[in-house]
């Protein structure tokens, strides 16, 4: 299931960037952050994709959204210029962004490949 996060619980559970500058992931899953809108299409193409991987994943990886809309300091903190924008974060790596509704075969594997999680 696929969790909706607001300022607050960014800063908990993904990362403080009020209080440290380099990244420190919060979290002790890898991550997928998707950055929409409701406004938006493709967006609404890729929502069921990633509850779908969300359930497929259980227990070995979290999905996040963050309402572009609601939640503007966090896509300005992110440089969201179009979305949908996921963020992939690995436990102990730097985070990496992809702009659009990517299918699902590719989304799996970025799993793989970058978030290091087998199914």
Do not use: R
């Not at 996060?5 to 800063?11: A, P, Q």
């Not at 963050?66 to 992110?78: P, R, S, W």
Request: hydrophobic residues 40%; aromatic residues 10%; negative net charge.
């Amino acid at each position: 299931m696929t969790e909706h996060l607001t300022k607050k619980t960014f800063l908990e559970k993904i990362f403080n960037y009020e209080q440290n500058q380099d990244w420190k992931f919060e979290g002790t899953l890898p991550a997928i952050i998707d950055f929409y809108a409701d406004w938006c299409q493709p967006c609404k193409i890729i929502a069921p994709i990633l509850e779908q991987l969300s359930e497929e994943y259980k227990g070995k990886l979290n999905v996040y959204k963050i309402n572009t809309e609601q939640e503007q300091e966090l896509a300005g903190a992110f440089g969201i210029t179009s979305i949908p924008s996921l963020l992939f974060i690995p436990v102990n790596d730097k985070p990496q962004m992809a702009m659009g509704a990517l299918p699902k075969a590719n989304l799996e594997k970025i799993i793989k490949e970058v978030l290091k999680v087998e199914e």
